[in-house]
């Protein structure tokens, strides 16, 4: 059973950052065929003209919306915001939190603002995070997802596989190879398709079908390797949540960490979680 129309919470800010947030989730909404839930976050007991105006921005962020997304907004009080994000997620049944980066004159792809990184050190839902100024209100063109070898990343597999059959695109699985002393060429990573294949998925149907794919980037450092990458207007990134992380919690460990500064497109961290694979009990 998967959750395509539960609906996507946006954490909606009145700034660049809040309007990229909406850009995204209309995207992922639209490609999904869910609502969206627009979201301001209030401390408590606001004032009369703190709620109007507040009140006020929800409609401007309604008006972002693309026509054919279904969105209500609604303001909620609670502090910290990241925790009052993720209760208000947890409470509507919502697939998925989006939020935007914090401006930066360093870094104008992605960086992430001090809600995003309390939700991706901890959220119980899924967490996508926008680039500063992105405005593809889609639909999603392709997922890639980054395979950590080290870890395996079944849960993020599993996730990435289920949201790309939903969306009807192409899942990518890209691995890093990255070292001083890099050996191989590019193509699928054995260890990439075999745990797909653990998994009890017909890889090499998907494969043959253009629903799946496998590459390998190498380069010196992750920036180099991230470099030789091309990417599709419309696509998003899918990262797995670090081994360490509570079950059914979203965790950036070190290689996620990595990659967040690196990659154009919008991210999306799946939660961690413990499958039980063929032939292992």
């Known amino acids: 059973m998967t959750d395509t129309n539960h609906p996507i919470l946006v954490g909606y800010l009145a700034n660049e950052q809040g309007?990229?947030?909406?850009?995204?989730?209309?995207?992922?909404?639209?490609?999904?065929?869910?609502?969206?839930?627009?979201?301001?976050?209030?401390?408590?007991?606001?004032?009369?003209i703190v709620e109007r105006q507040m009140s006020t921005w929800l409609g401007d962020a309604l008006a972002l919306v693309p026509t054919g997304v279904t969105a209500?907004?609604?303001?909620?009080?609670?502090?910290?915001?990241?925790?009052?994000?993720?209760?208000?997620?947890?409470?509507?049944?919502?697939?998925?939190?989006?939020?935007g980066s914090a401006e930066s004159s360093l870094l104008t792809r992605m960086l992430?603002?001090?809600?995003?990184?309390?939700?991706?050190?901890?959220?119980?839902v899924p967490v996508a995070v926008a680039p500063l100024r992105f405005s593809d209100s889609g639909p999603v063109s392709r997922i890639t997802c980054m395979y950590d070898p080290q870890h395996g990343d079944f849960q993020l597999f599993r996730y990435a596989l289920e949201r790309a059959i939903e969306m009807g695109?192409?899942?990518?699985?890209?691995?890093?190879?990255?070292?001083d002393d890099i050996k191989g060429s590019p193509g699928a990573h054995p260890d990439a398709a075999n745990s797909l294949r653990r998994l009890g998925i017909d890889v090499d149907g998907l494969v043959r079908g253009g629903h799946l794919s496998f590459l390998k980037a190498t380069g010196q450092n992750t920036p180099r390797a991230?470099?030789?990458?091309?990417?599709?207007?419309?696509?998003v990134t899918m990262i797995g949540s670090t081994r360490e992380a509570a079950d059914g919690r979203v965790s950036a460990g070190p290689f996620a960490t990595k990659l967040i500064?690196?990659?154009?497109?919008?991210?999306?961290?799946?939660?961690a979680g413990q499958l039980v694979l063929p032939g292992t009990r």
Do not use: F, N
């Open 19 to 48: 309007r990229s947030a909406v850009a995204l989730g209309s995207a992922l909404a639209r490609s999904l065929g869910a609502p969206l839930e627009i979201v301001m976050v209030t401390g408590r007991y606001p004032t009369p």
């Open 72 to 99: 209500q907004a609604r303001l909620v009080e609670g502090r910290p915001s990241a925790k009052a994000l993720a209760d208000t997620a947890q409470d509507l049944g919502c697939q998925l939190i989006v939020v």
């Open 112 to 124: 992430a603002g001090s809600v995003s990184q309390a939700l991706l050190a901890g959220s119980p």
């Open 169 to 179: 695109v192409e899942l990518r699985v890209v691995t890093l190879d990255v070292g």
């Open 226 to 235: 991230i470099a030789e990458l091309t990417w599709r207007e419309g696509e």
């Open 261 to 271: 500064s690196y990659i154009p497109t919008p991210i999306v961290m799946a939660t």
